[in-house]
Structures are given as structure tokens and as C-alpha cells.
């Protein structure tokens, strides 16, 4: 399946973004589900959100919840992300995970090896 992000930029703290992950080709119907992570410089690659594709369910990083919600339209994937703070600066990436868990947590649903098909990322940057 092939993602592309979008929606990222520059934005002053306390502000919002809303990121896009548009997801396309034929094996989109075997995705469970999508997740959004992001990654700074030297720091490994952080799970914030997923979503089921299944039943809708949604999971938070303990860092973000509140402040970010993440949604679905059809093939569109969707982070909002509010009070952004300057520690919110990374580049930001939505996977797709094709193992079917019928149960998600947050110990199955915001880790990196959990996923299969990669965006490349769009970066959003928060100023003071």
C-alpha cells in the first residue's frame, strides 16, 4: 500500500495542524490499521496514534492524548493536532499495519515493528 503525508508546516506553540495521510493501491483493503509516528534527529522513530480500519477504534500515546485525535475518512487518515508545542517538532510519517488484531492496545498499535508500508514523511516544525 503506498501513503503519502501531507499537511505539515511551521506553526506558532499553542497552535493547530491537521495532517492527511492519503492511502492508495490494491492491498489497502488488507490494512487493519493506520498509525502516526514521528522522529527527530538522532531519537527513534515515536508511535503517537492508530486507528482500526476495522471497528474505528483509536489509540494514544500517553505524550499526545488530548491534544491530538486521529481520524478516517475513506482512504484518508487524518492526525489533528492541537496546543502544539515546540517538543512537537519532528517529522511526522503514517504506516499501515496488515496484521489483523482483533484486540488493540497500546502495546500492539503505536510500535514500529508493528507496521509494514511507510509514507516519506512530512515535517512540522513549532515555534515559541
Known amino acids: 500500500v503506498q501513503l503519502v503525508e501531507s499537511g505539515g508546516g511551521s506553526v506558532r506553540a499553542g497552535g493547530s495542524l491537521r495532517l492527511s495521510c492519503v492511502a492508495s493501491?490494491?492491498?489497502?483493503?488488507?490494512?487493519?490499521?493506520i498509525g502516526w509516528f514521528r522522529q527527530v534527529p538522532d531519537r527513534a522513530r515515536q508511535g503517537l496514534a492508530c486507528?482500526?480500519?476495522?471497528?474505528?477504534t483509536t489509540i494514544y500515546a500517553q505524550s499526545v492524548e488530548g491534544r491530538f485525535t486521529i481520524s478516517r475518512d475513506a482512504n484518508t487518515i487524518y492526525l489533528q493536532m492541537d496546543n502544539l508545542k515546540p517538543e512537537d517538532t519532528a517529522d511526522y510519517f503514517c504506516?499501515?499495519?496488515?496484521?489483523?488484531?482483533?484486540?488493540?492496545?497500546?502495546?500492539?498499535?503505536?510500535?514500529?515493528?508493528?507496521?509494514?508500508?511507510w509514507g516519506q514523511g512530512t515535517q512540522v516544525t513549532v515555534f515559541a
Open positions: 504506516a499501515a499495519d496488515r496484521t489483523r488484531r482483533p484486540i488493540r492496545t497500546k502495546y500492539n498499535s503505536i510500535r514500529v515493528v508493528e507496521y509494514d508500508d
Open positions: 493501491g490494491s492491498s489497502f483493503d488488507r490494512v487493519d490499521g
Open positions: 486507528i482500526s480500519l476495522r471497528d474505528g
